[in-house]
DNA sequence: ATATATTTTTAGACTTATCTAAATATATAT
DNA sequence: ATATATATTTAGATAAGTCTAAAAATATAT
């Protein structure tokens, strides 16, 4: 038996230490879950004890093969939800990740079997994440930043790397959502920051929009 | 700000005390929840502190209009969740109660509004029990039981009182379920068994069964 | 009316998850 | 290499929800 709490660090250390087999520094993963390094220390013990973690006094925390299990299975409930509110409950992509955080806890195998295959099996959630498979597997498309893309060429937006809600509706504000297609028409050295063209129009963003905006060549 | 164990023990409250309103005994409470008189006490002192329930010492415990606005509302999200998990991920009607009692303390205004419309704004849930609409109304229906049917009137299951898998299987096992039509062929004084019948042939069921059955006339 | 049984409450302890403050280990700078 | 800064752990408290055992109140029986 694991408790949300439980769930809610190992997901954290999964998404700190990138797919969980980096090593996780303890304020971090403190500060990722709006908690004290003492807090942390806690739980880092009682998932090592449980197996969900490996852990050595001072030198971090990263998951076993059943804490990745766990955070996979974690990840695939919350994006599911993600895509159901949005695609049958009307939510815009900035409402849904509160909701999904709570969705992602409701345990019945059945009941996210049944959604996903109700939701046609998606690959992605509404900010263009992968979602795994019931197995675990992530299909994992190439993509770049917006930071990193190339003048001249056109591309197609794929997702977002910062899911805010600020971040979001600022995308929304100008017409920029999953598929859109943009070319880099100048890149600044000064800030960094890039003109792309879309839908005739031409748009001025940051170097913070640059990098978390992702991107795929058409 | 309302925990999620208070909302179960305001539940039960609820219907342990048709509707709320009638005072409910601490014992009574503490095995309805499956816990100990003495952690329903506490509980108890809780709910009142915050304004949910009356409570005069050793003189049981009632709902306040607001603990009764709180019950309604994780009863609608109940139901409506059992609605949804039957009707969208083919969900039998033995198996939502278990994921229902998670799905009910999500916290999500939207959510709610949504999935109600979602599911074209039901009245009733997959066991006949009414879904109280927005506003907390519950619509409803007359309805008696099989026990206190009347012999050569004809009738349409419309609810149970026992959800319980066994029972519901015991119906599935005899092709009753809601909306089934069955004429009361004959009630034996001796043991108030019934012998009814439906879609042309007939069938003896026990006393209890006719308790858990509630039926209209057609 | 008094004894007995039942119900309810209280007292004190335990668990989980959190906190603050202090102690200890590791990393960095001179 | 030593001092200083940073990161991490430990110690001790707190709050929510639970438990057992004992005390107190209420209900029932003779
Ligand atoms: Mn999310
Ligand atoms: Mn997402
Ligand atoms: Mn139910
Ligand atoms: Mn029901």
Redesign the pocket.
């Known amino acids: 038996m694991i408790?949300l709490?439980?769930e809610n660090y190992i997901k954290a250390i999964f998404h700190l230490g990138k797919q969980g087999s980096e090593t996780v520094?303890?304020?971090a993963l403190a500060e990722a879950m709006s908690?004290?390094?003492?807090?942390a220390?806690?739980?880092?013990k009682?998932l090592a004890e449980k197996n969900y973690a490996n852990y050595k006094?001072?030198q971090?925390v990263s998951l076993t093969e059943d804490g990745k299990r766990v955070a996979v299975n974690i990840i695939r409930k919350h994006r599911l939800w993600e895509v159901f509110l949005v695609e049958k409950l009307n939510f815009t992509w900035d409402q849904v990740h509160d909701v999904a955080e709570q969705l992602e806890h409701i345990k019945s195998q059945k009941l996210i079997d049944e959604l996903d295959a109700f939701l046609g099996f998606p690959t992605h959630d509404p900010h263009g994440d992968p979602i795994p498979d019931k197995s675990g597997k992530f299909i994992h498309i190439e993509k770049l930043s917006l930071a990193s893309a190339k003048v001249g060429i056109v591309y197609m937006c794929v997702g977002v790397n910062d899911s805010s809600v600020d971040f979001l509706k600022y995308l929304d504000n100008n017409a920029i959502s999953l598929g859109t297609r943009m070319e880099i028409v100048h890149k600044e050295p000064f800030d960094h920051s890039i003109k792309i063209r879309l839908n005739g129009r031409e748009l001025m963003v940051s170097q913070t929009v640059g990098k978390n905006l992702f991107l795929k060549e058409v």
């Open positions: 408790t709490t439980e520094n303890t304020n908690t004290k390094a003492s807090s220390t806690d739980m880092i009682k006094k001072y971090g």
